[in-house]
């Protein structure tokens, strides 16, 4: 019993001072081996276990890197060429950045047995081919860098063996093909930047490999036009960046059919008109950014499928209107950017609810303060709204020029910021032969300026978008080319801004030609060579020419052409014969001397004796 409580307190007992100087020593030594296998132009981190050889003017792999080394920055130096004994010893490798060499030779295998790789940088170097198996045995890798190489294709089969590689950029490259199967094997891939390339269309074949795509970022690329189904098979994709297409000038309807994108750029580029046909296939589309194109007008109802809208960007898109209810589906817009446009008022109808916006940027517009900017001064404009960015100003009128919204106060709002309803001058008449032009007049006058609707006797609303052979122009008049019986009736036009409506009432009678007058009006579109036949309504217009055809007229083109021939066979002649007469300096006799061939018995013996023969010709 004594001697079981003396060995417990013998285990009790610290231990003996040596051994904790054994143990200082031992971990010296090692932290010691550590800095004696640094490189010495580099910088070691045993806590990291990191290499740093950034900007060394190494022309090679440097000597003495610790093979446990799981970081190495090779970045900024002269290196030419990586060949499979370069890495072969650095199994633990998580990290490895080649950029900004001189490298233009990647040999196959030559990270075979980098197999905890995770990223490798290879920016800035000037590759030109990664040819099949260069990156194989990369099974961990999630992200690589070739952009800023002089890559010309990407060969099939390129990067099959990144299963887990989840980011790739191969932007600023000369790209000019990128072969069907180049990203196959690439399941897990999320992230693609292609740009500043020489492509010219979607590679459409290659990208349906990227199941799991969910971020495609193309810039700076000289593709014109999407085609239908461009990005088939990227049903994962939620993220699309065009920037930069500068020959993009539409977005077909079915350019991104298959997608379910929820954010959306299409910036600096040419669209000349709002992309709805295309939008409406994105319902879950929560951020769209159309900024600095050449978009002019958003007309109502080209959004209203896009209920999840949160942010709209048309930052320089040379906008000159956005009509009434524009944005009438957009329940869930927060953010509206319409700054540094040509825009001269916002109304609050553009708005299904104009409560539920919280950010609005519309600086940089020539604004027009009249009543219809009412609802953004501070005492009217709902509580939650905020004006960001540059603070809009007033153009006009005269009297609030270059002063910001924000300061507008009474009395100068309800002196100047006002509207006046629409005023139109009295009713007519008009009479009008059957074939011949109409136009009733409707000049409204108002601030700010009308818009003019006319509604004809068959109840149909023409405006001045309509096209076909009733339309109405930019003075608000009711232009009917070519009158027919059934146009006779009451017009009703009517003038209409925020201060109210006007109406006027205009009635046409077209005058039934007779049976000879008809008949001479119906052979007067021989006379001119075209008739012009408009579907009434849809502006389509068809035209059948009738060309007088007659005996006389293939004669004398037959003879036309006879003579024209004969006197190109006759001009060839006398060319050839001026040639053959003249002489210049050209030898008409030629000598030619030869040898016989040489043959066996005695012919042989004569043909020696008599020497070379000469041969005279004449040159006819």
Request: hydrophobic letters at 40%; charged letters at 20%; a positive charge.
């Amino acid at each position: 019993m004594t001697e079981g409580i003396v060995g417990k307190r013998d285990m009790r007992q610290p231990v003996p001072h040596h051994c904790h100087l054994f143990l200082g020593g031992a971990l010296l030594l090692l932290l010691a081996h550590s800095a004696l296998s640094c490189p010495a132009r580099c910088e070691c981190s045993p806590q990291t276990k990191s290499v740093t050889c950034y900007r060394k003017r190494l022309p090679s792999i440097p000597e003495g890197v610790p093979i446990e080394t799981r970081i190495l920055d090779l970045s900024k130096n002269k290196l030419r060429i990586v060949t499979p004994d370069n890495f072969s010893s650095f199994l633990q490798l998580e990290d490895l950045d080649l950029s900004d060499n001189q490298i233009s030779v990647v040999e196959p295998g030559s990270f075979r047995s980098q197999l905890a790789l995770r990223s490798l940088n290879f920016r800035s170097n000037v590759i030109q081919l990664v040819p099949e198996g260069v990156l194989s045995g990369l099974t961990n890798l999630t992200h690589i860098d070739l952009s800023h190489n002089r890559l010309v294709v990407l060969l099939d089969h390129a990067f099959q063996d990144l299963r887990r590689l989840t980011s790739l950029d191969v932007g600023d490259n000369e790209l000019v093909f990128i072969s069907q199967r180049a990203f196959t094997g690439l399941l897990g891939l999320q992230s693609l930047t292609l740009e500043r390339s020489n492509l010219t269309v979607i590679p459409t074949d290659a990208l349906a490999h990227l199941h799991n795509l969910a971020e495609l970022r193309m810039r700076h690329l000289s593709i014109s036009f999407l085609k239908p189904f461009s990005f088939k098979r990227l049903t994962r994709l939620r993220h699309l960046e065009i920037d930069f297409w500068p020959w993009l000038e539409t977005l077909p309807p079915l350019s991104l059919h298959g997608l379910n994108l929820t954010t959306l750029f299409v910036t600096n580029t040419n669209l000349s008109a709002f992309p709805g046909a295309a939008l409406r296939r994105q319902p879950n589309l929560t951020h769209l950014n159309l900024s600095y194109c050449r978009i002019q007008h958003i007309h109502q109802g080209e959004l209203d499928q896009l209920h999840h809208l949160v942010e709209l960007r048309l930052q320089g898109a040379k906008l000159l209107s956005i009509e009434p209810l524009a944005f009438v589906g957009l329940k869930s817009l927060r953010l509206l950017d319409v700054s540094q446009n040509h825009l001269d008022t916002l109304q609050r109808g553009v708005f299904s609810s104009a409560d539920s916006l919280q950010r609005l940027c519309l600086g940089g517009n020539p604004l027009v303060c009249d009543c219809r900017l009412l609802w953004l001064l501070n005492s009217h404009k709902p509580p939650s709204l905020q004006i960001l960015d540059i603070q809009p100003e007033c153009t006009a009128p005269e009297h609030l020029r270059g002063r910001a919204l924000r300061e507008l106060k009474e009395p100068l709002v309800s002196r100047y910021m006002t509207c006046t309803k629409p005023r139109i001058g009295p009713n007519a008449t008009l009479m009008a032969d059957e074939g011949q032009p109409a136009r009733l007049s409707c000049r409204a006058e108002g601030a700010p300026r009308p818009s003019v609707v006319w509604i004809t006797p068959h109840r149909r609303y023409v405006t001045t978008k309509s096209s076909g052979r009733v339309g109405v122009q930019a003075d608000g008049s009711l232009e009917i080319k070519e009158a027919e019986l059934h146009d006779s009736g009451v017009y009703l036009c009517i003038a209409s801004n925020p201060a109210g409506n006007a109406t006027l009432s205009a009635s046409l009678t077209v005058k039934s030609l007779g049976t000879g007058d008809r008949f001479s009006y119906s052979n007067r579109s021989s006379n001119y060579l075209m008739d012009s036949n408009s579907t009434w309504g849809n502006g389509t217009v068809l035209y059948n020419i009738t060309v007088p055809i007659d005996l006389k007229t293939i004669i004398i083109s037959t003879a036309m052409g006879c003579l024209s021939f004969l006197g190109v066979v006759v001009f060839c002649f006398l060319l050839l014969f001026a040639w053959s007469r003249g002489k210049g300096r050209h030898k008409n006799n030629f000598d030619i001397e030869y040898v016989p061939r040489k043959s066996n018995g005695a012919a042989n013996d004569a043909a020696e004796t008599s020497g070379p023969r000469r041969v005279n010709m004449k040159m006819i």
